[in-house]
């Protein structure tokens, strides 16, 4: 079946640092890989995404690259602010899933970022 | 109108209460979902609506029974619930099954 690995967390940076979080996947199909983003007490938001390989998702500074060769799409940002602060997770929905698990995304653990001023 | 609301925001309800948590979205989407997330835990999928109809019950207790009036509306009818059900409830919606997922912000809920 599909699954997403992420790096767990939690992850402690200084404002201004470099940020990446590592994903990997494996799909049966040729999934839609996505970031969300959850900030304190709220539901769930599209960072980014990528539907084919190669492709690159960005929004808000962040980025990431759909790498099938590697089954990665790792989130990078080159200077977080505190406001970044939030758990990030990593998903795919797989539409070379039959039926309609095509529907589902899979998610990774998600990661825990704080940032500090 | 982007975004999909959900009311209440919080709920505290005992084991023998009925209630029922509220989702709506006014983008045209036509598949909407039911989310059930612990702290600290990524969400799990408990029902998908397409076209107003279910797709998929991820063999979620009877206790918890999804209701969708029409396109842009989605319940969730609560009884009997235990304290171990108590979690973020989020709703989403998408256009279709290949798209986005928007998610609403939640209900809290605790079961007393």
């Known amino acids: 079946g599909d699954s997403v690995t992420q790096m767990e967390g939690p992850v402690t940076l200084s404002e201004e640092a470099f940020l990446t979080i590592n994903c990997t996947y494996t799909?049966?199909?040729?999934?839609?890989l996505f970031w969300y983003v959850q900030y304190p007490g709220e539901g769930l938001q599209l960072l980014l995404k990528?539907?084919?390989?190669?492709d690159k998702g960005s929004n808000k500074g962040f980025e990431a690259t759909y790498r099938k060769e590697t089954t990665s799409f790792h989130l990078e940002k080159g200077s977080v602010q505190v406001s970044d602060s939030a758990v990030y997770f990593c998903a795919l929905s797989d539409p070379g899933n039959s039926g309609g698990s095509n529907y589902k995304l899979t998610f990774g653990k998600g990661t825990l970022l704080t940032v500090n001023p | 109108d982007t975004e999909v609301t959900q009311t209440p925001k919080h709920l505290v309800m005992g084991m023998t209460n009925k209630k029922s948590l509220k989702c709506e979205q006014h983008m045209g989407h036509r598949a909407m979902y039911w989310y059930k997330q612990k702290a600290k835990k990524p969400p799990e999928l408990m029902f998908v609506?397409?076209?107003?109809?279910?797709?998929i019950n991820e063999s979620v207790p009877s206790r918890f029974s999804p209701e969708c009036p029409n396109s842009s509306l989605l319940n969730l009818h609560l009884h009997a619930l235990q304290p171990e059900d108590s979690a973020l409830y989020l709703c989403?919606?998408?256009?279709?099954?290949?798209?986005?997922?928007?998610f609403g912000p939640g209900t809290r809920l605790t079961v007393l």
């Open positions: 989403a919606s998408s256009q279709d099954r290949a798209s986005n997922q928007f």
């Open positions: 799909a049966t199909g040729y999934p839609s």
């Open positions: 990528a539907t084919k390989a190669d």
């Open positions: 609506y397409s076209y107003e109809k279910l797709s």
